[in-house]
């Protein structure tokens, strides 16, 4: 697999303060490569570091072959970039918008068939500040692919949105890389990265703490799973503790948690049609990045 980023021992710090420490990873060309981590953990200084927009103190950068510092230019040319506090001015049109940033590149595609695909056509003359905040993120999608790139930055693209723009912002992501692009995607989303990503890095406190697949990740919990569901009044818990894969079984009221490994979902479902139990609400709880996250630094994401 061609590598298009490559980052060693990265360095960068403020009044003594180390934002980026020793931070290196590889990105593949084709994939989605998710960086993930809390506010103030790095991400964006770093990443900010590769695409030249800050000097790194220490370490090495090289995109698509290109230094960004020193080949700044060349390297604009061939990447697009949304950044966290991407903005326009609120009454600037949509097509004003792509044609102005179309004049800063040496080479671009038409921003018309952009404005259809992603779903702006009806758009194009409304302001920026009369956009919803979807339609603010596909001009932005929009406006980071007018060169063409080969590689797309994106940073806290959904930041802001409700659940179902997100979702379908997501599907936004996925439709950049089926166009032959790498994506490089940051973000402190759990969901996200592990919905999208062929391969994630975790940074902490400026460093990379992990970095591999999202299912490799969680795989390395060795956690539990955990089914949930609710009881009739006088059904006891402990009817279920010898259940194939069960290890734990807690009650409250009618509340029931059982843990455990192998199909246990199924296993549970059985056992209790056994009692001609079928709760509405079973449900299987499993292991997810956020639980990564707690087991390597002890706290939560957003906490």
């Given at each position: 697999m061609t590598q298009v980023i490559e980052v060693q021992n990265l360095h960068k710090a403020y009044d003594g303060i180390r934002v980026v420490d020793d931070v290196s990873f590889t990105v593949d060309a084709g994939e989605i490569?998710?960086?993930?981590?809390?506010?103030?953990?790095?991400?964006?200084?770093a990443i900010e570091s590769v695409i030249g927009l800050r000097k790194p103190d220490g370490g090495s950068v090289s995109v698509l072959g290109l230094d960004p510092q020193t080949e700044a230019r060349q390297l604009g040319n061939r990447i697009g970039t949304q950044l966290q506090e991407a903005a326009l001015p609120e009454r600037m049109k949509v097509w004003e918008a792509l044609d102005l940033y179309a004049s800063f590149y040496e080479?671009?595609?038409?921003?018309?068939?952009?404005?259809?695909?992603?779903?702006?056509?009806?758009?194009?003359?409304?302001?920026?500040?009369?956009?919803?905040?979807?339609?603010?993120?596909?001009?932005?999608?929009?406006?980071?692919?007018l060169n063409d790139p080969q590689i797309v930055f994106l940073d806290e693209l959904t930041t802001g949105l409700d659940p179902q723009a997100r979702r379908a912002t997501w599907d936004l992501i996925r439709a950049i890389r089926a166009q032959g692009k790498t994506v490089v995607l940051i973000t402190h989303f759990m969901d996200e990265v592990e919905a999208l990503a062929d391969r994630v890095a975790v940074i902490d406190h400026g460093r990379v703490i992990a970095l591999d697949t999202p299912d490799n990740l969680i795989a390395g919990l060795n956690g539990e799973t955990q089914v949930l569901f609710s009881v009739p009044n006088g059904f006891?818990?402990?009817?279920?503790?010898?259940?194939s894969g069960v290890t734990a079984v807690h009650q409250r009221n009618q509340h029931i948690t059982v843990s455990g490994n192998g199909p246990l979902l199924a296993n549970v479902a059985a056992a209790l049609a056994q009692h001609n139990i079928a709760p509405a609400d079973l449900r299987v709880q499993q292991a997810n990045l956020e639980d990564v996250f707690l087991t390597l630094t002890g706290r939560t994401i957003r906490n």
């Open positions: 490569f998710g960086i993930i981590g809390p506010n103030g953990a790095g991400k964006t200084t080479k671009t595609v038409p921003w018309e068939p952009l404005v259809e695909q992603w779903g702006l056509a009806e758009k194009r003359n409304t302001q920026f500040g009369n956009l919803s905040g979807g339609q603010k993120q596909r001009l932005f999608i929009a406006l980071a692919l006891q818990a402990e009817r279920l503790e010898n259940v």
